[in-house]
């Protein structure tokens, strides 16, 4: 009998689901439902018509696009043909998607829209290994695209399914013969790390690597076959990609939103039984939230924070363990009909828990989110560890943890405080890169993640920063700049934060205000209508961020509190070059960008 791949379990699930539905994708302005007979036959078309490319096993296949149903489709038709899936931000400029695709040695590439495919034209005489290009979205009405000298051929999704089963007679037993023959040992995916710094590394990773994450995964996480879940991170990105696995692997119905934009529509619409997300989303939802409370009425207000507080009342009692008193509960009850209720609608009505990962999430929104009916659950993983190793639980989570290890997942703590892990989920290494793939994946199995983290006597894991950001002041002390800057950013006023001060004599702070927060401010400080840069500039604006800082100062160390602050022009972004396509801040990037300005808070 064949051993289980990502491959053999997405033709299981067709033949084992048949007629439900397996994604949900908006399509001229409605929502329309796909089978699993349907989405298989679609990928067994795909697949096909890569095998007629000249597609062999083990070959290199490149994916640039936002995240949508075809992405997922395509990913599991290069499994079925014996592929190696190379995901590619779609928000890449030209010169990183040629670097990825030679790196990787991709011979075909599919790409989104017409906009992606003009990104592909400009960069395809630096690919050489590069033989064709198929367009997601749109039409093409030519054959081939000349490429430096050379021709590349050119199909749209319509074409390569036409393709696949024209050539279906005569590739039917190869793909078959593909599908027996790939081992849960090869090669699924190289997945290129967003990185903050310097050129992506390629992560090697198995179809067992991401069997034993998956089979972890569904041991402890509370997903029943047939569930909902809405995905909008970005699939190139290793937290996106597990979760559409998930689906394919648990037998769900994976929603895909529009956009981040129309998240919040999405979510109502499709009404998902869970989410994963970046703490970046919760943020906002929880500065949005504050702001429209801030800003109503004053009896909306008073009527909110009762609610509050008589959520984080049963906040309490829930995770300790405790009954809620009679008198408790009738209050929550009526704190939901006036206030929790509708954030809960605005959820999708039936949203039980919610993941996220990628980035520290601050302890006060996580136990924000509880106290009004929301648990999200905080867990943690790298891309080299596909991308599990630890995660809260629905019946048993820590706030300000990243929760328990997966089975099968052993963690322990070096001497220097740095994060090892261990288990069938750790990636093989980066790809043609030997001396950095022995920095970190040891030969006794120790993976070294980098963080910098501690286990309490349960098991919990609390991340504190990353080894390399931790701060050590010129006197000496080590300083976390993570945990400060997720405290500032518990003030909704506040976007972003960055804290630097290694082997100076005090931390600084470099901070991005909120545009809608700061308006609102604007407005009622009577300051007028003014551009963000001009208002940043304002010192009744820097007097209420001053104020954060002061609260923030409070609770911390003399050492690590914050000495200066400044308020930047406006806020970060990826096209400014200051986050990663996953919404994390690029440190050493902000640092390059406004090094005067740092040093100038260093000056007398």
């Known amino acids: 009998m064949a051993q289980e791949t990502l491959a053999r379990r997405f033709w299981d699930g067709v033949e084992r689901y048949g007629d439900r539905a397996a994604q949900l994708a908006k399509v001229g302005g409605a929502w329309q439902a796909v089978s699993w007979r349907a989405l298989g036959d679609e990928v067994r078309e795909l697949a096909l018509g890569l095998i007629a490319l000249g597609r062999q096993r083990g070959d290199?296949?490149?994916?640039?696009?936002q995240s949508r149903a075809e992405w997922v489709r395509a990913d599991f038709a290069i499994f079925s043909a014996g592929g190696i899936t190379i995901p590619i931000y779609p928000s890449y400029p030209a010169e990183d998607v040629a670097y990825i695709a030679n790196d990787s040695g991709a011979r075909t590439l599919f790409v989104e829209d017409l906009g992606q495919l003009d990104k592909v034209r400009q960069a395809a005489k630096d690919m050489p290994g590069l033989q064709s290009v198929v367009l997601i979205h749109g039409e093409v009405?030519?054959?081939?695209m000349s490429a430096g000298g050379r021709t590349l051929r050119l199909l749209d999704w319509a074409g390569l399914?036409?393709?696949?089963?024209?050539e279906r007679p005569d590739l039917e037993p190869v793909l078959a013969e593909r599908l027996s023959a790939v081992s849960p040992e090869d090669v699924a995916t190289i997945v290129y790390t967003s990185g903050t710094t310097g050129h992506p590394k390629g992560v090697v990773q198995t179809h067992a690597n991401h069997l034993a994450a998956l089979r972890a995964a569904a041991e402890v996480t509370e997903v029943r076959e047939g569930e909902v879940h809405l995905l909008f991170l970005p699939l190139a990105h290793s937290l996106a990609r597990f979760e559409s696995f998930i689906g394919v692997y648990q037998g769900l119905t994976t929603a895909f939103a529009e956009s981040l934009e129309k998240l919040s529509?999405?979510?109502k619409e499709v009404r998902p039984h869970f989410i994963v997300s970046v703490p970046r989303v919760f943020e906002k939802v929880y500065a949005k939230v504050l702001s429209g409370v801030e800003g109503g009425p004053p009896l909306k207000k008073k009527i909110f924070y009762w609610a509050l507080g008589v959520g984080r009342q049963v906040s309490e009692h829930t995770r300790s363990g405790r009954p809620l008193p009679l008198a408790l509960s009738a209050q929550h009850a009526v704190a939901h009909r006036l206030v929790f209720g509708k954030l809960h609608a605005a959820l999708g009505g039936r949203l039980r828990f919610c993941f996220s990962g990628g980035a520290p999430l601050a302890r006060e929104i996580a136990e924000f989110f509880h106290a009004v009916g929301v648990l999200i659950l905080e867990g943690y993983g790298l891309t080299e560890t596909c991308p599990i190793l630890t995660a809260n639980r629905v019946r048993r989570y820590k706030f300000g943890t990243v929760g328990l290890a997966f089975p099968?997942?052993?963690?322990?703590?070096?001497e220097d405080g740095e994060i090892l892990a261990r288990g069938a989920n750790i990636a093989r290494g980066y790809y043609r890169r030997p001396e950095e793939?022995?920095?970190?994946?040891?030969?006794?199995?120790?993976?070294?993640?980098?963080?910098?983290?501690?286990?309490?006597?349960?098991g919990f894991l609390r991340i504190t920063d990353r080894k390399k950001d931790l701060i050590k002041t010129a006197g000496g002390s080590y300083v976390a700049p993570q945990h400060i800057e997720n405290l500032l950013k518990g003030d909704p006023f506040v976007s972003q934060a960055v804290v630097y001060g290694d082997r100076r004599p005090y931390p600084v702070a470099l901070i991005t205000l909120n545009p809608e927060e700061l308006s609102k401010f604007a407005r009622n400080a009577g300051l007028g209508d003014k551009a963000l840069a001009e208002l940043a500039r304002n010192p009744a604006v820097i007097e209420r961020i001053r104020q954060t800082v002061d609260r923030v100062n409070e609770g911390l160390a003399s050492y690590a509190r914050l000495k200066r602050f400044a308020i930047l022009p406006a806020d970060f972004s990826q096209e400014g070059g200051e986050l990663t396509p996953t919404l994390k801040v690029k440190r050493k990037a902000v640092s390059a960008s406004y090094a005067d300005l740092i040093e100038s808070l260093y000056q007398s």
Not at 408 to 414: D, F, R, W
Request: charged share 30%; net charge negative.
């Open 161 to 166: 399914r036409s393709l696949g089963r024209l």
């Open 437 to 458: 793939t022995a920095e970190v994946f040891k030969p006794d199995g120790w993976f070294h993640t980098g963080d910098i983290g501690e286990l309490d006597a349960e």
């Open 60 to 65: 290199a296949v490149a994916l640039l696009s």
């Open 265 to 267: 529509d999405n979510l």
């Open 141 to 144: 009405h030519e054959r081939d």
């Open 408 to 414: 099968g997942v052993e963690l322990k703590i070096a």
